[in-house]
């Protein structure tokens, strides 16, 4: 069973930046495909970026390409989402979520192991 605990949110004015962590419980984490998504109250959980178990290939939405970065460090079991030029539309829970050989990433249903998510806020 695969853990997944997010961390690094909060508030931040507009134009600021936040990094998340994602740890994983999992020594398996090396064969994880990783992922974020974020979520506002009354709207649907929405993809923001992914990135393949080798590290090799990532993908991202189109609101926040070129601003986020999505990496991960296999040795410490860790994913990362470097958020900069924050805007008040990202504000959102973000979850960090992690499944095997996904090829729909963008697809909720392709990740099993989802974590709790961490508020991020951002202020105008």
Do not use: H
Not at 34 to 60: L, V
Request: charged fraction near 20%; glycine fraction near 10%.
């Amino acid at each position: 069973q695969v853990q997944l605990v997010e961390s690094g949110g909060g508030l931040v004015q507009t134009g600021g930046s936040l990094r998340l962590s994602c740890a994983a419980s999992e020594r398996t984490f090396r064969s994880l495909d990783m992922a974020w998504f974020r979520q506002t109250p009354g709207k649907e959980r929405e993809f923001a970026a992914s990135i393949k178990w080798s590290g090799g290939r990532t993908y991202y939405a189109d609101s926040v390409k070129g601003r986020f970065t999505i990496s991960r460090v296999n040795a410490k079991n860790t994913v990362y989402l470097q958020m900069n030029s924050l805007k008040p539309e990202d504000t959102a829970v973000y979850y960090c979520a992690a499944g095997f050989d996904i090829s729909d990433y963008t697809r909720i249903s392709s990740y099993g192991y989802w974590g709790q998510g961490t508020q991020v806020t951002v202020s105008s």
